[in-house]
């Protein structure tokens, strides 16, 4: 049986237009006007809707160990999560611990992922390089079909890698073609400062971004950038947060190096007066890096990146943890869980605040959102409305207007970061490889009917500056 959307409004990365799409066996088959319904055919009126191609969030956290903790959200509601929010591939970070081979983490992970029910890949983050890794990272790529690596650059103590890993890292990567993407602060001065505010009895979560201001996360970014080009390596910043890392990225683009950036919707939209909330009610903000303070020049400088293509992606860094868990970090605001929820708001908070407040067009968006993730990361079957594609679709309702909340989003944060915040605009339909998982009031999900997407090396060392 087959599906009919007729009478919507396409849009892609390139253009808009009307036409009708015909799915079949969860692949685009047809797209063209007036097409005509075959027997059993599912048809969808789309009248003044947008048909997008389904949003791919890069950077996601679901049941991820981390801070003694692990986070709320597992791959089947995390990614239902996403559903009703347009998400229909999700890119999560598959972890290493410290004495496992990069193989043996795949194989965990996959045993979590399989109850995912939408599509989902991994990059992979190194934790623990050592002798064995590069011909680990060869299998990673060529084997398992996962062809980006993770490093964090902060963390000290747990995830973070040191300079020497670093450069071995992005030697390996750019022999494999596979791009390196980096959580950029520079985690020995954090772990000084967390120390000396410590010391001083600054224990609130309000002391958490002035741990990690953002000339800690500019000096990593460059740093990375430069390692990154010593190799030739193709190197993706995640979660870019202030004027100093775009402007790095900035140079290394403007001097030819191919290189990407990625922010995400709190970066753009919240700043650092969330931390002062009453009853431990910042804690819920605690992310790395830190929401930043307003009227800097940090806002500006990521909106500017988005529509001036110094930006390449707006992720989310969907990493829920409940109030209860937050709780660890009382007395000691080093100890709360990062991070927060993010997956369900991105298509919403990107409409409402960069197509509807002028910022860029909707094209644009669905490059950020869609089509950007997936040339990036080699998901060669997503990313765009066209024949021969996954038949990965959202209809969005432009009209009308509705208020984020803790009490309607379906991750399992007790809060919501963006809470109050009035959005215009809804997903109607949320369309995975020809199913509809979300109908615009309720999921519809399957628990493990996504798939892991498997993607090929394209990053192959870009005029390194050590010849290998
Ligand atoms: O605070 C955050 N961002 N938590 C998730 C882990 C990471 O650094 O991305
Ligand atoms: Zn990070
Ligand atoms: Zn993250």
Redesign the pocket.
Known sequence: MGLIIRNGEIVTAAERFHADVRVEGGTIAEIGTRLEPRTGDETIDAAGQYVLPGFIDP???MELPFMGTVSADDFEGGGASGAAGGVTTFID?CMQDKGETLPAAVARWHAKAAKACIDYSYHMSITDFGPGTPAEMREVVETHGISSFKVFMAYKGALMVDDGQLYRIMQEAAKLGAVVTV?AENGDAIWHLQRELLAKGCTGPQFHPVSRPSLVEGEATERALMMARLHGTTAYI??MTCKESVHALERAKLAGQRCYGETCPQYLLLDDTVFEKPDFGGSAYVMSPPIRPGHVGHHDALWNGLSNRMLDTVGT?H?PFTHAQKLAGQGDFTRIPN?AAGIEDRLALLYTYGVRAGRFDLSRMVELGSTGPARIFGLSRKGSVAVGMDADLVLFDPSGERTLSAKTHHSKADRCIFEGHKVSGRVARTISNGRTVWDGRQLTTTRGAGRFITRKPTHFAHHPEVKP
């Open positions: 950077h996601v956290h970070f959580h995640v979660h860094d990493c991070g």
